[in-house]
């Protein structure tokens, strides 16, 4: 792969032609080692200088590791710069060599200027050397009391890279209370940013780990440090006020005069010029006010006129960040932007991920008052330069069409499209008119006289051409040639090469033969005898399937092939509802701009195999090391994977294994077996209150602040699918066990409830949130638990609980 | 977790690394490498400035002939991290005295490691105020030589200032001299459809400033936008002013201005940074003023040959002249000869970007200036019938013109020494993107 060739006219120190540039370095810097000689420093920069740009295009310096330690006794603080920046780089591959480090280190800690005290403390923590961590305990300590907010700015900090060193050293010397303590006490807004995104980090990193991190979680969001935070936000740089303003949207107020009062002091935020903290306010208020339905649509006038200046400022990839919001917004409540559809019209020069975005605003704030505006813009771009995107403006379009009611002109613009005489716009025009048929049958008159002008010919790619052969089927009726065209298809069957294609055309050409018999005959025998000859298996089984429903019976073979249909009302939605929620509960991260929740591209198991680490691997880079880094960290990640699997199959152990493998082998057999083992699992100590109460509000803040405890999948008996007529049979069944329901909803074959129940005599919740799907007999469950320890135990419960179902 | 970045890159268009700097081992070392591969070599470059690559997301950056590039492995706020480029940028401008490109960073890569050691410690933004960091990141640049004694003073309270109240503004400052610059800056922004009816319309403008003040001093703004002006005569109970008042659809304030009191009394009140800022930001939809209005009329005349009239009024007053006015008229690729007549300025065929490009350098107000061409075409036969036309797109600059009309009322220095000021206001209007479809 390409190395990393440097451009010659770089005034930057030249190339190293090889090992004597480096071992004449070594020679320079020993020499100038102990000397203190006036106007050294000023050759030690050089010389430095010269190290610093290597080590930066990928040059391994790390041989002169000795010596430049040796040079760093030095009074200049540039010069110290640039040697910490060194041993920050080199000192995890060379660990002996960074010992002697330390030394020199420690003193600067001590130093008089509170700069030097700073800066040695941040390189003392950046050398990531797990075991040089008990020399950091003590200056950390210290650096935490120093009078100076800069070094306690730095110690704090430190602190966070201790715990990605070492976790217990950090615990063990107590560092995260004395980071509390300093949160809500210091005087420096800085030293308080830093301390909160430390505690953040620090305890959602400790919470498979130890009993309090929960606990402390939740002080960070309890009110009176939210009370201290928010009353002192107008000092805080902007980017700690994103980070308070995040930590918010996780605050629970008790009443609604609260939120009116947390919205009122946000308020001139959105005035801020910083798009970050505009969309950090954003989302609080929409998080805030998610329960007042009324306040929720007020909230989003309001966030409407600083989004869109945010959009119409700043660089293109700013706007990008902060218009994928918009669209998010426009998605959820597009009546409300339904006015402002001018802003989403796109400009000639823009990119076209903005443009792309744009266009399914403008498709989503579509209305009655709007469409005529709205499609006339969109028929403008059909005509851009830019093919994708005058695709998908076609596509617009067609969608808005779909919407609306009065599709009377929209349907002579698609049919102009028609008429453009672009292979694409043809192509993608067709169809949509075929989807518009599906829905508005009526149209089919005008349509049709216009789609049969179209040459087969001229239209190539197999969507389109499905669309037109459907079209063809369909209304054989109503086009004059539709059989002699339909025949000359076939004709040509061996060079079609789309399966759809093939199979679109064995059944348009099946209803054509119902409606003009004489004149398709021939085309049909040529039609299933090339069909049943095909080598792609559907094709071949449709056709052999026509073949001898025909020779049964015609007319119930028209009944099969073309029955009445009835027009599609609602075109499916692509991404599910719970997905989309996610999403907005991720608002303001990237799960916006990739239109997916994080679990799909953070966790390892979503995300597919990992491409890159291959690729990387095949990599032939200079530097051995750099490559063993990433792999080796995958390989961990790995072994935590596993380890937990492990252990929680040992926990479930209790169980039993004899019982899991006599179900395999039923399942293995497909017998359909009762899932229910004869002996019920002995039913855990766990033991829940009958008569629990959680009112509707309470559960939605609960689902939304606490983690998914555990998650699984789970297997449905026959009988429980049987009884699962409507959902309130598996409520009053649930009930029974103490579990109760707080929301339900659904029909065959998808059913979702929202469950909950309370430990005995405690007030600790578990919520569970369960997808059934009758015809795959799975149920989908996800647990979260106020105390996550008794998660497991709830769990096999609630399994228990829910095989009994069905069964008299 | 606003930013927590994990690695932050500069490289030049080729791909070579300029600066590196991890701040966290939880992406590997060979990101850039990744990065090259996936976005720089493919044609993915440009299609969307947020890219997921393995476990990691990609943001970057093109800035002149620089890409930055920030590498995350968590759900980071991408405008936070877009922002923090966008200031970091702005922060090493004004250390390096101007332009940011490849040659200025390998000029100073000192420099700019020793500021992303100050601006991100363990990928969260620091301090990035360049009033604050020049306090004791005291390289300038290359410009100074280094002096061979390190500085013996550290300079007072420095690192007291780091989080001062007033983290924008030193204390102790002294000019002989104090004077404020204000200018007001606007785009209007013109989508027109070849009907001639406007589409969409709008202005976003900013004030910037430029002061040399002594002390701390308080500024007061005073504009004549409705909120404001509305408030004062219910403050002064007194009936407004008759005159143009300005709906503002949007403001957005440099962290200075004291927001509380812009939603209580609707003035703009702050205590500025020294040197250059901006000051505020704002939105028009209603009521623009359009400084130009073209008639554009292009035929074709047949496959080989078309016609171009175009003219084009200026609307603005008749003692106001606006400066660099270009006008870009496009042409199908196919045009072979061209020939123009102009009433005023020069125009001439650029095959480069097919365009017909007029320029007229001093365009005074009211007057209506227009071109006649004639353009032949070569025929060709794989062209099909219809060539899709771009827009017409146009640039100026009018001095002491504001499409919005929007003014300034007043500007009020007050400092506690009661010094006297001298205040300067410009106004100037250009061309967002202009462009009218014919």
Known sequence: MAPPAQSQRSPSPSQPSGKSELSDLKLQLRKFAGSRAPGVDDSKRELFKKVISYMTIGIDVSSLFGEMVMCSATSDIVLKKMCYLYVGNYAKVNPDLALLTINFLQRDCHDQDPMIRGLALRS???????????????????????SNSYVRMVAVIGVLKLYHISASTCIDADFPSMLKHLMLNDSDTQVVANCLSALQEIWSAEASRSEEAPREREALISK????????????????????????????????????????????????????AVVLATVKVFLQLTLSMTDVHQQVYERIKAPLLTLVSSGSPEQSYAVLSHLHLLVMRAPYVFSSDYKHFYCQYNEPSYVKRLKLEMLTAVANESNTYEIVTELCEYAANVDIPIARESIRAVGKIALQQYDVNAIVDRLLQFLEMDKDYVTADALVLVKDLLRKYPQWSHDCIAVVGNISSKNVQEPKAKAALIWMLGEYSQDMQDAPYILESLIENWDEEHSAEVRLHLLTAVMKCFFKRPPETQSALGAALAAGVADFHQDVHDRALFYHRILRYNVSVAERVVNPPKQAVSVFADTQSSEI????????????????????????????GPPEFADELGNLSIGEAEDNVVPSQRVEENDKD???????????RGSTGHSQQASFGIDDLLGLGMPAVPDAPPSPPQLKLNAKAALDPSTFQQKWRQLPVALSQELSLSPQAIAALTAPQALLRHMQSHSIHCIASGGQSPNFKFFFFAQKYKESSNYLVECII???????????????????????????????????? | MPVAASAIYFLNLRGDVLINRLYRDDVGGNMVDAFRMHIMQTKELGTCPVRQIGGCSFFYMRISNVYI????????????AFKFVVEAVALFKSYFGGSFDEDAIRNNFVLIYELLDEIMDFGYPQNLSPEILKLYITQEGVRSPFSSKPSDKPVPNATLQVTGAVGWRREGLVYKKNEVFLDIVESVNLLMSSKGSVLRCDVTGKILMKCFLSGMPDLKLGLNDKIGLEKESQIKSRPAKSGKTIELDDVTFHQ?????????????????????????????????????RVLPTIKELGRTRMEVNFKVKSVFGAKMFALGVVIKIPVPKQTAKTSFQVTSGRAKYQASIDCLVWKIRKFPGQTEPTLSAEVELISTMAEKKSWTRPPIQMEFQVPMFTASGLRVRFLKVWE??????????????KAGSYEIRC
């Open chain 1, 124 to 146: 003392l923590c950046s050398l990531r050397v797990a075991n040089l961590v008990e020399y950091l305990v003590g200056p950390l300590g210290s650096g935490l009391k120093d």
């Open chain 1, 224 to 275: 009176p440090v939210i009370y201290y935070l928010l009353n002192r936000i107008k000092e805080f740089s902007e980017w700690a006020q994103c980070l308070v303003l995040e930590l918010i949207t996780k605050y629970v107020p008790s009443d609604s005069s609260e939120i009116f009062d947390i919205m009122n002091l946000l308020e001139d935020r959105l005035q801020h010029a910083n798009g």
């Open chain 1, 580 to 607: 989309k929620d996610r999403i907005f509960e991720e608002f303001n991260s990237l799960s916006v701009l990739y239109q997916k929740p994080s679990y799909m591209f953070i966790d390892k198991e979503h995300r």
């Open chain 1, 641 to 651: 994977l596993l380890l937990t699997t492990a252990e929680k199959e040992e926990t």
């Open chain 1, 773 to 808: 799907n009758t015809s795959s007999a799975k149920a989908q469950v996800k647990i979260k638990a106020d105390d996550q320890s008794t998660s497991q135990a709830f769990s096999t419960l609630f399994e228990s609980a829910l095989s009994k179902f069905g069964i008299p």
């Open chain 2, 69 to 80: 590039v920030i590498v995350v492995s968590s759900n980071a706020n991408v405008a936070c």
């Open chain 2, 256 to 292: 200075c201005v004291n927001l509380t009191r812009f939603n209580s009394e609707k003035t703009v009140s702050f205590v500025p940074p020294d040197g250059e800022f901006e000051l505020m930001k704002y939105r028009i939809t209603e009521g623009v003023n359009l400084p130009f």
């Open chain 2, 416 to 429: 506690k020494s009661g010094y006297n000021t001298v205040e300067w206001v410009r106004y100037i209007t």
